[in-house]
């Protein structure tokens, strides 16, 4: 399964736009990029996936680079209740066999302030 | 509200001691993952049921077993605990590995305090 590097933390000034980045520089083409967040040692929280194009949903917006190598997940309106650690994922697809664990890192820690 | 429920919360207990986890996953979801989150830590995959069979296994101790009933709830079983197990544990559950997605969706956790 391929890594990601993201920074460790991040502050973002309330009702701006949040960018948070993520390195996956050995992604192969069957993996997928997760993001998921925690909030305070709840459970973490699906956000968005994508494979290839770019991807919105209510929650957030998912760029992924041309070459895949890498991804911004964006958060167009941070508020307080974003602040949470962010978590990229690269995971294969289903076809790719029976692995569906995901391998966490440490996340990115993103600070909305007011 | 993810729909995935764990009990207990919190559980305190002592060292060699045995404990229980419980996971009920979302309804309609077949598959259940537990994970390890020690503190500061990222998530430690621990092991992943499908339809009651044991599908894919990651850092998980000798001393831990997890088990998927008919029901498709799942408990996670620790035992002769040791003070570094000490730790948030999460269950999470999918759909069906027929999806064409099979996103991940997490109960709140059980926090395991071992004294």
């Known amino acids: 399964d391929a890594k990601t590097t993201q920074p460790p933390s991040m502050d973002c000034a309330e009702g701006r736009a949040a960018n948070l980045p993520c390195n996956h520089s050995?992604?192969?083409?069957?993996?997928?990029v997760y993001w998921y967040r925690q909030i305070h040692s709840q459970g973490p929280q699906y956000i968005i996936h994508?494979?290839?194009?770019?991807e919105t949903n209510e929650m957030a917006s998912l760029i992924i680079t041309e070459d895949r190598k890498s991804s911004t997940l964006i958060l167009p309106h941070a508020t307080l209740r974003d602040t949470a650690v962010y978590y990229c994922?690269?995971?294969?697809?289903?076809?790719?066999?029976?692995?569906?664990?995901?391998?966490w890192g440490l996340g990115t820690s993103l600070a909305v302030n007011p | 509200d993810s729909g995935v429920t764990q009990t207990p919360k919190h559980l305190i207990t002592a060292t060699g001691q045995r404990v229980t986890l419980r996971c009920s996953p979302r309804?309609?979801?077949?598959?259940v993952y537990w994970y390890q989150q020690s503190l500061d830590q990222g998530l430690q995959f621990l092991i992943q049921?499908?339809?009651?069979?044991?599908?894919a296994k990651g850092n998980i101790l000798e001393r831990f077993s997890a088990q998927q009933f008919p029901d498709l709830h799942s408990e996670l079983n620790l035992s002769s605990l040791e003070l570094g197990d000490s730790a948030l544990y999460f269950c999470?559950?999918?759909?069906?590995?027929?999806?064409?997605?099979?996103?991940?969706?997490f109960g709140p956790g059980t926090r395991l305090t071992v004294l």
């Open positions: 999470a559950s999918s759909v069906s590995q027929r999806a064409s997605t099979d996103t991940q969706y």
């Open positions: 309804s309609g979801d077949l598959s």
């Open positions: 049921y499908y339809n009651g069979e044991e599908r």
């Open positions: 050995t992604i192969s083409g069957n993996e997928y």
């Open positions: 994508g494979l290839k194009n770019n």
């Open positions: 994922i690269v995971r294969p697809t289903l076809n790719a066999g029976n692995n569906r664990k995901l391998i």
